[in-house]
């Protein structure tokens, strides 16, 4: 987030706009408020149980003056891992209207059998010289406490102006640790990450199995990368703070409200999965049984 912050910082002026695509990653919001600039966003479509891009409206926000993207990809908290023609269509409306795009790329390493994540700047030299590249091993293999992150600028020019920003604010000296585990994670992790994708989907499962039993009313967007569940709990409430009072009060867990992505977010939670699946059974067994508890009064 650091560096989607400096890369709005040096590459926009106050009052830009810098398109976002909601309900998404609520930080994205902070880098574009917290440095003046102009949120447009540009909502996903909820079309089938899952998120879709809106193209049209996307070629008329680029064509009014945006200097920024913000692309989450594969998506928080919707799990779209977007395809080769979605992502390709994105770049092409951004070159035609000099849009530059920050991929956030984080979950890159976390998709799911039968999905394939398509790197933005991999798909056209043309869209890598005016992207930029977000990719952590955080997510991959734990070690966001590290501060350990990589910005991937094929353009000389952009990566001058990039490093220049960060030299401003002191941001270029990496931890000795944080280089350490990040050369260990891609040198010797893939053996690791193939069974946490396996646990992971295992948890999914349990997941959208438990859901369907005890609280058939939840609809959970099954996510195709990610290690987070995005259920749709529009049917117990739509209001915010009666979700974080049956979360945190009533059952006593933390899942992550869904307004905090975007105001299309209301009525929805966010599960984390990471975690053994002991903690997953109790988090979900708590949250239905409030649920089961307010139906019985």
């Known amino acids: 987030m650091a560096a989607l912050s400096l890369i709005v910082y040096a590459f926009t002026e106050p009052h830009d706009k810098v398109i976002l695509q909601s309900p998404v990653y609520y930080p994205f919001y902070d880098v574009i408020r917290m440095n003046g600039r102009t949120i447009v966003d540009n909502p996903l479509i909820l079309r089938n149980g899952r998120y879709e891009i809106d193209f049209d409206l996307l070629e008329r926000q680029a064509a009014d003056g945006a200097k920024l993207l913000l692309l989450c990809s594969p998506h928080n908290p ?5 395809t080769r023609e979605e992502v390709t269509r994105i770049g092409e409306i951004c ?30 030299e043309r869209f890598a010289n005016r992207s930029f590249t977000c990719i952590a091993t955080s997510k991959t293999f734990n070690l966001a406490g590290l501060q350990a992150s990589s910005v991937i600028i094929p353009n000389t020019e952009l990566r001058r102006r990039y490093n220049h920003a960060l030299k401003t604010f002191s941001l270029h000296m990496e931890s000795y640790f944080g280089v350490s585990a990040v050369i260990s994670g891609y040198t010797h992790g893939d053996a690791w990450l193939d069974q946490l994708m396996v646990y992971l989907e295992g948890n999914l499962d349990y997941l959208v199995s438990f859901m369907g039993s005890r609280l058939p009313e ?39 409200e869904g307004s905090v992505f975007g105001k299309a ?23 239905a049984a409030a649920v089961e508890a307010r139906k019985s009064r």
């Open 218 to 256: 939840v609809k959970v967007m099954r996510p195709e990368a990610t290690y987070l569940a995005w259920m749709d709990c529009r049917a117990i409430s739509e209001d915010p703070a009666d979700l974080k009072r049956l979360m945190f009060d009533e059952a006593r867990v933390a899942f992550t």
């Open 265 to 287: 977010g209301a009525g929805y939670l966010r599960v984390n999965m990471a975690c053994p699946r002991s903690r997953l059974a109790e988090a979900l067994e708590r949250f």
């Open 78 to 82: 919707g799990g779209r891992v977007w």
């Open 95 to 124: 070159l035609r209207h000099d849009v530059l795009v920050v991929a956030d790329e984080i979950h890159q390493d976390l998709v799911y059998r039968g999905y394939k994540h398509i790197p933005f700047a991999s798909i056209d």
